[in-house]
């Protein structure tokens, strides 16, 4: 099949984006170096493999990142009609089976009569024809090389960490209860309590604990502040976990009928409910210290480790010198780019900028104008953040209600506010469509 559009990168972005554009018409070429070639951090070679948390975040529209997944099924995406249909328990949050889920992706774009999936690694592409770079952020040397000599400048790099994944038989469930915080959704957590003592022991072993080392010039290189290792948050203060991951508000033991000084949550993985992960507890330790100070954990004092956390390295462009608001980039229009490699953070974020490259793309080839969201709707407002951010240092951005202008009026109620917000992003994105 000739191609219309390149796409490299069969990431959640790379085929949100292939199925985008073969939906609107385009014969589309989708280049995926796994298994070929294999990354420190993915097992298999489906498309969309998740590597971190199997949690595509909150489902309610007063979340932000719910208000940008019903954007996202308003949008026909391929992404979301996955994870609905490999949806785990997770409380009000949509969590999905990891085998599932890119099974489901990869069958269907396998299946599309304008999809070609080729099982190469890409180290060039020619700017003159129309490509999506989609590599997310295990972009390899060589590609990073080439799209530096495009963008005229160095790449930024930062730091991100993997939570443990663990055997669900191997937990102790006469330490542990189950519930989500608040009561809110499923009671689908499992929540391990501490006492204060407990809480204090763990803490000091986690202090202690030996790292994964890093290369000299890793040294310097940041890491993402919203996905730190559980070690470099302990390292803040004695109180920082507490008041973090391991905060006890909303969740009460049914045991003693009190809140723990602190819990650890462990969240189901897959559908049969036999694998959980650690929610918060990214981590770079070595693997035999993370076996001894996780053990530390109630609940957890014989847990088997399915996997073990890593930590692995995140590359993304400075997109608000390089990209126009359709994700094109300005001095070479024929290119466009999606995923973590613009700066946006997050599974769902990553998969809906694959939306409008991959629309974009067809629109392109097609003849036809591009299409930009208004900045009301929580996808224009992430691509208006890594088109337009003026600040001194662009870091990647998670969907929040901090990205969207303001209501014209001020309301005080945040359930209210995120309501409003919600609800005029979709007529918005409604009009925006026609």
Known sequence: MSADITIIGGGLAGSEAAWQAANAGARVRLFEMRPNVKTPVHQTGNLAELVCSNSLKSNLLTNAAGLLKEEMRRLNSLIVMAGDAASVPAGEALAVDRDLFAGHISHKLAGH???KIIREEVGWFDENAVHIIATGPL???ALAQRIGQLTGQSQLFFYDAVAPTIDASTVDRDKVFTASRYDKGDAAYLNCPFTRDEYEAFYDALLHAELAPLHEHEAKTPYFEGCLPIEVLAARGPKTLAYGPMK???LTDPRTGRRPWAVVQLRQENRAATLYSMVGFQTRMKWGDQK?????IPGLENAEFVRYGVIHRNTYIQSPQVLADTLQ???HPNVFFAGQITGVEGYVESAAT??????????LVQGKSLLTLPDTTMLGALVAYVAHYDGKDFQPMNSNWGIVPPLPERVRDKKEKARLLAERGLADLARALV
Request: positive net charge; proline residues 7%.
């Open 139 to 141: 972009t390899s040397d």
């Open 113 to 115: 009569p304008n999809v």
């Open 354 to 363: 694959g939306i409008l490259a991959g629309r974009n793309a067809a629109r």
């Open 329 to 331: 980039m300005r001095a």
């Open 248 to 250: 006890p508000v909303g």
């Open 292 to 296: 001894r100070v996780f053990r530390l």
